[in-house]
């Protein structure tokens, strides 16, 4: 399994622009890049996934360099309500019939 | 509307007492899987299944027993629980194509 490496937590102020950045050194040619979203006492939540180059959908964007070996989670203009700890995960597209790690996340807190 | 449910959201129990935890899901999904998450340690996957029959270990599975017996559920066995086992558990399903769902806890307490 790929290991992934991310900050223990970012600060941040509303409406600025938060980059997340993941390491994944030893990705292997079929592992897909996934993050996820928790709040507190709530279950992880999907937020993008990508393969190679960008991805964008309504709430975040994911860069990943041409080597893989990181990915970078970009969320635009955010809010109080983006506090919540950011997970990266390495592995099959679906990873939750395989063995998943999913490491410690980063914690974003966004501030007024 | 797709979800994945799980039951009981809390229980309070003590050691030695055998309790079973549900997990259902209703989106065909061939995949499932336990986490528990302590404070500072985030996720860590106790079982996963890949299909009916087709079960498991995860990174942190002993004290632990599941089942899949039947597709739309993953059933979390602790045959006699101990206060370690004190944590916050998801069940989670996916399919091949698709990321996973998360269901929305079980807060377990073993005194």
């Known amino acids: 399994l790929a290991k992934t490496t991310q900050p223990i937590s970012m600060d941040s102020y509303e409406g600025q622009e938060v980059n997340i950045t993941c390491s994944h050194n030893?990705?292997?040619?079929?592992?897909?890049i996934t993050w996820y979203q928790q709040f507190p006492s709530q279950g992880p939540r999907f937020i993008i996934q990508?393969?190679?180059t960008k991805v964008t959908n309504e709430v975040a964007s994911l860069f990943i360099p041409a080597d893989r070996k990181s990915s970078t989670l970009s969320l635009p203009r955010v809010s109080l309500s983006d506090t919540a700890v950011y997970y990266c995960l390495v592995g099959d597209r679906g990873t939750g019939g395989f063995k998943t790690i999913f490491g410690a996340g980063t914690r974003l807190f966004v501030k007024a | 509307e797709a979800q994945v449910t799980q039951n009981p959201r809390y229980l309070i129990t003590v050691t030695g007492k055998k309790l079973t935890v549900t997990c259902s899901q209703n989106m065909n999904h061939e995949y499932m899987s336990w986490y528990r998450q302590d404070p500072g340690l985030g996720l860590r996957q106790i079982y996963y299944?890949?299909?009916?029959?087709?079960?498991d270990k995860g990174d942190v599975p002993e004290g632990y027993k599941v089942s899949r017996k039947e597709k739309r559920n993953f059933p979390l066995i602790l045959e006699s629980p101990s206060p370690n086992q004190t944590s916050l558990y998801f069940c989670a399903s996916s399919s091949r194509q698709e990321t996973q769902y998360f269901g929305p806890g079980t807060r377990l307490l073993v005194l």
């Open positions: 030893n990705i292997a040619t079929n592992d897909y």
């Open positions: 299944s890949m299909n009916v029959e087709v079960t």
């Open positions: 990508g393969y190679k």
